[in-house]
């Protein structure tokens, strides 16, 4: 069964035709780190393009990343943590309350 989560579009850091690097939630637990998701499973999701959809299914796992700081290693990466929908939607919860505040006023 498909998902959606709003995400803020602010938390996109990369997006083309193919894949887009979002930003974990400065409030979450995974402060600091990022994830590429297919860009097809974006949308736009209200408040003027400030919102996004993502689409996921259970069976997602999201690889989390987080990457070096600096000139030289900003590609690098310095830690790897995957996890389940429940987890992204832990993450995002606190951001989806206000973007959906923000939608219906």
């Known amino acids: ?20 690097l979002i930003k974990m939630p400065n409030n979450s637990d995974y402060a600091g780190y990022r994830f590429w998701h297919p860009s097809k499973l974006i949308r736009d999701a209200g408040g003027k393009g400030y919102f996004k959809s993502m689409g996921y299914t259970e069976d ?16 690098k990466v310095l830690h790897e943590v995957t996890v389940d929908y429940t987890k992204m939607e832990e993450a995002f919860e606190s951001a989806n309350k206000s973007i959906k505040a923000s939608i219906e006023s």
């Open 60 to 75: 997602f796992e999201f690889k989390l990343k987080k990457y070096g700081r600096g000139q030289h290693n900003s590609k």
């Open 1 to 20: 069964m498909w998902k959606n989560l709003k995400i803020n579009a602010q938390n996109i850091e990369f997006a083309d035709y193919k894949t887009t």
